[in-house]
């Protein structure tokens, strides 16, 4: 079973550009997340998507943040304008359930470190 | 609210030795606990989980740990250390009916020949 995939895998911006992620969750996943892991911290949730639709992004900071799930398949997290703060790995994950729960283990991708000059 | 305390943010072992990565938990209501570890480059992985029942719980690659209520603990074991353990592993906590985790900070685990 192929797992989570997220590209680039590595990007380097100046402050104030733009820049996007991408992630493809395991196929027939329901739910997918996106963390961003700053340098010495553990994981942070950004959002929660339940098939296409938002379930938690509380910790989204929607002033430059955004993401969408199309067809609730693939996703993208964008950045606009990026703060040197914005500097962490972004990690996207997927679980089967659309319901969630405990049980539903969640499988992580490889992650995009993100370097903010 | 939930928080997760990962005591040393590097531990390092000889191979062979025991292995021990401490984790305290802040919870009002009963937890999830959770241990993940991560290898270079890579994301993260479910080692072994604690939902309900026994307090004991093993988890992958020969790694256990345990519930234990009364200290607010869910240290992590392993007898023997293998080179291959090197990486940073983190301890996660959720409650209050959300399966979200809230991750601690990790600890890096160093392997020694």
């Known amino acids: 079973e192929a797992g989570v995939a997220q590209s680039p895998r590595y990007k380097i911006i100046e402050k104030r550009q733009s820049v996007a992620f991408w992630c493809n969750p395991i196929?027939?996943?329901?739910?997918l997340y996106w963390y961003q892991q700053i340098l010495g911290q553990g994981p942070k949730l950004l959002i929660q998507?339940?098939?296409?639709?938002?379930?938690?992004d509380s910790q989204l900071p929607k002033d430059r943040f955004s993401a969408e799930r199309l067809k609730g398949v693939d996703s993208t997290l964008k950045i606009q304008p990026a703060k040197l703060e914005d500097s962490a790995v972004y990690l996207c994950?997927?679980?089967?359930?659309?319901?969630?729960?405990?049980?539903?283990?969640?499988?992580f991708g490889p992650g995009t470190r993100l370097t903010v000059l | 609210a939930q928080s997760v305390t990962q005591l040393g943010s590097h531990v390092s072992v000889s191979e062979g030795a025991l292995v021990l990565l401490r984790c305290n938990y802040s919870?009002?209501?009963?937890?999830?606990l959770f241990w993940y570890v991560q290898y270079p480059n890579q994301g993260l992985q479910l080692l072994l989980k604690?939902?309900?029942?026994?307090?004991l719980v093993k988890g992958i690659n020969g790694f256990e740990a345990e519930f234990k209520k009364s200290e607010t603990s869910f240290h992590l074991t392993k007898p023997s250390a293998h080179m291959s353990d090197a990486a940073e592993y983190f301890c996660?906590?959720?409650?209050?009916?959300?399966?979200?985790?809230?991750f601690g900070r990790g600890t890096s685990l160093i392997v020694h020949p």
């Open positions: 604690y939902t309900t029942g026994a307090t």
């Open positions: 196929s027939g996943h329901a739910t």
């Open positions: 919870s009002s209501v009963p937890p999830y």
């Open positions: 998507f339940q098939n296409n639709g938002v379930v938690d």
């Open positions: 994950a997927s679980s089967l359930s659309p319901t969630g729960g405990v049980t539903d283990t969640q499988y």
């Open positions: 996660a906590v959720s409650s209050g009916g959300s399966y979200i985790p809230t």
